[in-house]
């Protein structure tokens, strides 16, 4: 057994930490940016010590505790970080590079909890099955149960994970044939898991679970773009954007998602997806940055912060197949502040939450 003590890791200097779900082992398991001196940041899994000079993976029963516990830890690890005796630059870079990377993760997560949640509310009028009307391969029999539980809360699946023995999981996966039939069982390793949590987003808007993630999310993004112009309808959106012109704000951004204020022409407030250049793909986004629309175009570039500490302003653009973007006159160029809402607060528009 691996000691503590006996872990070169020990001597790492952790930037900050971040959880991530395996679905394998059904639980939020916390991953540690380390600091690879002139080589950029990594991200590992992080191992705590236990009793004993033990190890343990430092793993979290649900998304809500594991991110409590990074929000308690990273302000202290920011705080070594403004300790250490180095170059100022070389410092500003490094909490730039954190920044960035702590807002991948959080995006990512912020913006997939959406999409399940949307996956759901779009089959909550579905018929459920009955378990005993499920049709399965004579293998998977043992099974029945245990997806026709999965079935009732996403009767959309077509891809599930099960496996149940006593206290132990030994997971497999059932694939829907297009006849009806759940399959045979396969082996569920780490990739096949994350295929049936995928499916649990991917199957709801009728796509496949199994082709390029980033291909499928962006589809997905597109789907959802009528939703949120739906949300413009509700008393509580109403009520949220009112206040933000109320306080001098034209732009709210939230999961790709932005509420755009167009005053002229009264066209009022509209949605728009945010973009990205291949400079600003994954860069830290300048929170205190402005936005100049010099056109009225459909994509948003918010402000970025390369790496370096340059301060890039955002922008308005057209999709590659949207063709040109009708430019404003110069007299009507605006340069727009704009302020980034927590993912919470779309995934609970969404769900048509009251807004408080």
């Known amino acids: 057994m691996v000691k503590w003590s006996e872990l070169k890791r020990t001597s790492d200097v952790v930037l900050a930490v971040w959880p991530h779900y ?4 059904e639980r939020w398991l916390m991953q540690e940016l380390i600091d690879k001196g002139e080589l950029a ?3 590992r899994e992080r191992m705590v010590p236990g009793e004993n000079d ?9 998304r809500e505790a594991a991110i409590a516990a990074a929000n308690a830890l990273n302000p202290t690890l920011r705080q070594a970080l ?21 807002q991948a993760k959080q995006r990512l997560q912020d913006e997939e909890a959406l999409m399940l949640a949307e996956a759901l509310r779009r ?11 499920l049709k399965l391969a004579s293998d998977s029999e043992r099974y029945r149960q245990d997806l026709a539980e999965q079935l009732a809360t996403m009767p959309y699946l077509k891809v599930a994970k099960v496996g149940r023995s006593g206290n132990q999981w030994r997971y497999v996966l059932l694939y829907l044939a297009p006849n009806g039939v759940w399959s045979k069982p396969y082996p569920a390793g780490e990739r096949a898991t994350q295929i049936a949590e995928r499916a649990k987003i991917a199957n709801g808007f009728g796509l496949s679970a199994s082709t390029h993630w980033g291909k499928t999310k962006a589809e997905i993004r597109q789907i959802l773009l009528p939703r949120a112009n739906q949300l413009l309808k509700l008393a509580s959106v109403q009520r949220m954007l009112a206040e933000a012109r109320a306080r001098g704000e034209h732009v709210l951004v939230s999961n790709g998602i932005v509420f755009w204020y167009e005053p002229d022409g009264g066209i009022g407030w509209q949605v728009k997806e945010t973009s990205s250049t291949r400079e600003s793909e994954g860069a830290t986004i300048w929170k205190e940055g402005t936005i100049l629309s010099t056109n009225h175009g459909r994509l948003v570039v918010l402000p970025y912060i390369k790496e370096s500490g340059e301060q890039i302003r955002g922008h308005t653009k057209n999709g590659p197949n ?4 009708l430019p404003r006159h110069p007299d009507h160029y605006v340069e727009i502040p704009f302020s980034l809402y927590d993912g919470d607060l779309m995934i609970g528009l969404f769900g048509e939450l009251p807004y408080e």
């Open 22 to 25: 395996r679905p394998l082992f």
């Open 322 to 325: 949207d063709g040109r973007a």
């Open 123 to 133: 089959h909550a009028d579905d018929e459920r099955p009955d378990a005993t009307a």
């Open 82 to 102: 403004s300790a250490r005796t180095m170059d100022p630059v070389v410092k500003r870079s490094l909490e730039l590079k954190i920044d960035k990377a702590l």
């Open 54 to 62: 033990s190890v343990f993976i430092d793993r979290y029963p649900d």
């Open 41 to 43: 940041p990594i991200w």
